[in-house]
């Protein structure tokens, strides 16, 4: 499959290290594009429910594919979230092509573009609220991991896919009215503050509408994520659109199924290989 040319890719809500990453498709994503810009809008790599038992070798082709990307000239910006808010004490930091931050605004073609994760709006993320979202995390990590069995048997049966999660939220009335509550903060401030266009991930509800108040209007938009709704938002011809990842374009170039050892192989430090030649330290003078 050849890699389409995009001007920029913001990418949110991966969580790396948890059962619910589809790091299979994340992958045939990221062999796909060949973006300017590739911006990972925050729970990159799930620090919360981080296991170090669980990172399947397919997580690390996630790395891996990011890595090439840096090395092929894409600038990577990540952003950080709350299930990456360990990482928030390197912010501002620069390698190369790579940079870590907490938000950054980018002016395109013109237009104020203000990204960032999103959780500073949601106050379960805050103080002594973080412990039971902890704890709800592995409850949904575990409604997820039910899911994706359920899904196997239903996808050998030859019927689609369902998202329990997915259906939970948008039957209850409190979850419809919160996330139209961040939009509608997310919006106010962006127009506050002049920008063209505010996006967020956090959310995990993939989005792109124009919000209007007295001040103002801002075209708010969310990259979703990778565990429920496969996402992402793309930036090109002077357009931003949401990206939907679709199985059967990838049917023929899928990348391959890593499988990963059940244990660890044995640690050994003896080697007769010569990894560096050094002809000369010495200074010239």
């Known amino acids: 499959m050849d890699r389409r040319t995009l001007d920029v890719v913001v990418m949110s809500d991966l969580h790396l290290g948890t059962y619910g990453c589809h790091a299979k498709e994340i992958v045939n994503y990221l062999k796909s594009i060949q973006p300017q810009i590739l911006v990972l809008n925050g729970d990159i790599i799930d620090i919360w429910q981080f296991n170090k038992r669980y990172f399947p070798v397919a997580h690390m082709q996630v790395i891996k594919e990011i890595m090439n990307l840096l090395s ?8 950080t979230g709350n299930h990456d808010e360990a990482l928030r004490r390197y912010s501002d930091m620069h390698m190369g092509n790579f940079q870590l931050t907490d938000k950054v605004v980018m002016e395109i073609n013109g ?16 103080g002594s609220a973080k412990l039971l979202a902890k704890l709800g995390g592995h409850g949904y990590d575990l409604l997820i991991l039910i899911n994706s069995l359920i899904n ?9 896919k369902m998202s329990f999660s997915k259906k939970v939220k948008n039957s209850v009335k409190k979850a419809v009215s919160w996330i139209g509550n961040f939009e509608q903060t997310a919006a106010e401030l962006a127009i506050e503050k002049k920008y063209d266009y505010v996006i967020c991930g956090h959310i995990h509800q ?15 938009l969310n990259s979703g994520d990778w565990i429920e709704n496969l996402t992402a938002l793309e930036y090109q011809n002077n357009e931003w659109s949401i990206y939907h990842y679709d199985e059967k374009q990838f049917a023929a170039d899928a990348a391959p199924v890593v499988t990963m050892e059940k244990k660890l192989p044995q640690l050994n430090v003896v080697t007769d290989e010569i990894a560096l030649f050094i002809h000369s330290l010495a200074i010239q003078s």
């Not at 092929?72 to 952003?79: A, D, E, F, H, S």
């Not at 196997?152 to 689609?160: D, I, P, S």
């Open 111 to 126: 237009k104020m573009t203000w990204i960032f994760h999103g959780d500073v709006f949601d106050a379960t993320t805050k």
């Open 72 to 79: 092929k000239g894409t600038r990577v910006i990540y952003i």
């Open 206 to 220: 993939p989005q792109k509408r124009i919000i209007n108040t007295k001040e103002g209007s801002v075209t708010y």
């Open 152 to 160: 196997r048997c239903l996808k050998m049966m030859g019927k689609e």
